[in-house]
């Protein structure tokens, strides 16, 4: 059985999942070379046909965890997704191809996963994970692997799988950076012994936001695909308790110890977690307060600036590179960082009303707050960002 040393004391993991019944020649076959290696053998691909593991996300992490999954001969896999496949997609989420962008990512990688083993049962959920519905979700599955990109579901994610008893093997990536950890409450540290308070809002990009290096996400996704085969057949030493973070520039692993805070408050429910990550307040609370600005409303003084009819800076406060990609016509850059440390309001006029926008939202009402600290007024964001321009005006964004 597995083993694994938290806070130096060594114990034995159970394999988390029963044989099922005897396979058939034709899967003997096909997972010979796993039986083949004494502490798998044919009982542990038994184990793996007889499990039921859940993905979270059909992105850069999950396409490359969905696969590897199939292919280990998991005999049911789950995957939450609510998105699309975009072309930028591309670039990494490798279980997609050209002929899925506009498909559901669901609906996608259900068809590649087919592709590379009919035996594999998928099961879709198209929801967005919340306290109401990851409870009920998560009940049917065995192990659950988490590839999301965002702190408020990271610990919805932790603290369902937490409540059910069941293990969250966790991946992140950002940039050249990745890591890989196995969080079971349980037998050892959740997500909140490593993170006991989420970041800053706005304080850590998201990969849309910040980029990621494409071959990072098959380093991490794999990774986590060995990290739930073990669990599932109980060999090896489990990441539980033990953090991996992989630098993809140098080539370097290094591994990092978390220890279970005793003293910590046991995870006894759900709650509002866009609440305790300080994410921005829900749109109609922001409308009310006379902050945020509408696609629809921006794109009217848009064309009122066009005729003179109205006079405002539209200020886009993303990076370059991504004011390269899209922007919204007649907008300026200005990148959030200057306006927050205070570097470029020199950029910024004071006698012309100003409209931000970023991405989604986030940042422009950060650089709105830093604005209003340097005594701008009447400063507006835009709802939603370019995202929501976007959707509203598919095509408009350059």
């Keep these: 059985m597995a083993s694994n040393s938290v806070n130096n004391v060594i114990f034995k993991l159970p394999p988390l999942v029963e044989p099922g019944p005897p396979l058939s020649p034709e899967d003997c076959e096909r997972y010979s070379r796993h039986a083949l290696i004494p502490q798998i053998g044919l009982e542990g691909q038994r184990r793996l046909r007889n499990a039921k593991v859940l993905v979270i996300g059909a992105g850069g992490l999950g396409s490359p965890a969905l696969l590897y999954l199939a292919a280990a001969g998991v005999g049911t896999l789950g ?10 997609n591309l670039q990494r989420q490798v279980i997609h191809g050209v002929g899925d962008i506009g498909r559901s990512k669901l609906e996608s990688a259900r068809d590649s996963i087919a592709g590379l083993n009919p035996g594999v049962e998928v099961r879709l959920h198209q929801v967005r994970l919340d ?43 950002l940039r050249f950076d990745g890591q890989v950890s196995v969080f079971w409450d349980k037998f050892g540290p959740n997500l909140r012994d490593l993170y006991p308070d989420p970041p800053a809002p706005g ?14 996400c098959a380093s991490i996704g794999a990774m986590m695909v060995t990290e739930a085969v073990k669990l599932i057949t109980g060999v090896g030493e489990t990441l539980l308790g033990r953090l991996l973070v992989f630098d993809a520039l140098s080539s370097r692993w290094r591994e990092l110890r978390i220890s279970k805070d005793t ?24 409308v ?20 003179g009819e109205d006079d405002f800076v539209l200020v886009d406060v993303r990076e370059p590179v991504e ?38 939202g986030v940042r422009s009402g950060q650089a709105l707050e830093a604005l209003a600290a340097a005594g701008y007024g009447g400063v507006l964001h835009l709802e939603g960002g370019i995202d929501a321009w976007k959707l509203g005006f598919p095509g408009a964004d350059r």
């Design 79 to 88: 995957i939450v997704d609510d998105d699309q496949v975009e072309l930028s």
């Design 263 to 286: 003293e910590a408050d046991p995870i006894t429910g759900l709650v509002d977690y866009e609440t305790f990550c300080g994410l921005p307040e829900p749109a109609g609370e922001a």
């Design 288 to 307: 009310a307060s006379g902050t945020v600005i509408s696609v629809e409303e921006l794109a009217t003084r848009l064309a009122k600036r066009e005729s």
């Design 323 to 360: 004011f390269e990609i899209a922007r919204i016509p007649g907008s300026v850059l200005v990148p959030a960082g200057g306006i927050k440390d205070g570097t470029s309001l020199g950029r910024i006029p004071r006698d012309v009303p100003l409209i931000l926008h970023c991405k989604a």
């Design 203 to 216: 304080s850590v990009p998201s990969c849309a936001e910040g980029g990621v290096f494409g071959m990072l």
């Design 131 to 173: 306290s109401t519905n990851v409870l009920e979700v998560f009940e049917g599955y065995d192990v659950i692997l988490d590839g999301t990109d965002n702190f408020a579901t990271r610990y919805l994610v932790n603290d369902a799988a937490a409540l059910l008893g069941k293990p969250c093997v966790w991946g992140s990536i």
